[in-house]
Each structure stands twice: as structure tokens, then as C-alpha cells.
Nanobody, 121 residues
Framework: QVQLVESGGGLVQAGGSLRLSCAASGSFFMINDIGWYRQAPGKQRELVAVISRGGGTNYAESVKGRFTISRDNARNTVYLQMNSLKPEDTAAYYC???????????????WGQGTQVTVSS
């Protein structure tokens, strides 16, 4: 089983910064894509940023230039540095990972429990 544990959420004023972390643990062969989604009240969950094992990145248009995703493969951890935060960034942020638990088993998607980010105006 794979567990994803997020940390780093909180309350910040507009223009401020936060850094989210997500550590994967358990028994698995390899983590491929890993990243972050978010969900605001009354809205659908949306992609924020994802990074491949090789370091390729994909960002939502709304966060480009403000957020930076990175990963440490040795620590099975992904980070999201969020700068110039806006009230519209307020949401629950969920860590996501596409994991191959064994060489002979196909990939599965896993989700963390979520961490709340609140940006006050």
C-alpha cells in the first residue's frame, strides 16, 4: 500500500508564500508522475502542477510564474513552492502520485488526505 502525507498548508495573507510537501511511503517499485491538485468549495478538483520522474513539469495557467514544483526521488517527496499567493488560491490541496507498486503490475493513482491553504485579502 502507498501512503501520501501532505504538510505545509496554512493561513497566509495575499502576496505571501507557502511551501507544501508530500512524502510517499509504503511498498512500491517506482513513482512516475507526482504532483498537486486543488479543490475550492463548490468547485471541481483541478490540476495545479505535476512533475514527471524525469523532471518534466506541467502547470495550470493560473499558477504559472508563481508556483514551482520540484521533487526529490531519493526521498520520494514532492514540493510545491507557492509565491505571490492570491485569495483565489484558497483551496484544499491534494497530493497525487501515479505509482507502479511492482515491475509486473500496472500503475495506479494515489491521493493524499489534503492540506488546506487559505489566502486572506
Amino acid at each position: 500500500q502507498v501512503q501520501l502525507v501532505e504538510s505545509g498548508g496554512g493561513l497566509v495573507q495575499a502576496g505571501g508564500s507557502l511551501r507544501l510537501s508530500c512524502a510517499a511511503s509504503g511498498s512500491f517499485f517506482m513513482i512516475n508522475d507526482i504532483g498537486w491538485y486543488r479543490q475550492a468549495p463548490g468547485k471541481q478538483r483541478e490540476l495545479v502542477a505535476v512533475i514527471s520522474r524525469g523532471g518534466g513539469t506541467n502547470y495550470a495557467e493560473s499558477v504559472k510564474g508563481r508556483f514551482t514544483i520540484s521533487r526529490d526521488n531519493a526521498r520520494n517527496t514532492v514540493y510545491l513552492q507557492m509565491n505571490s499567493l492570491k485569495p483565489e488560491d484558497t483551496a484544499a490541496y491534494y497530493c497525487y502520485a501515479r505509482v507502479r507498486v511492482a515491475v509486473t503490475i500496472s500503475e495506479n493513482d494515489y491521493w493524499g488526505q489534503g492540506t488546506q491553504v487559505t489566502v486572506s485579502s
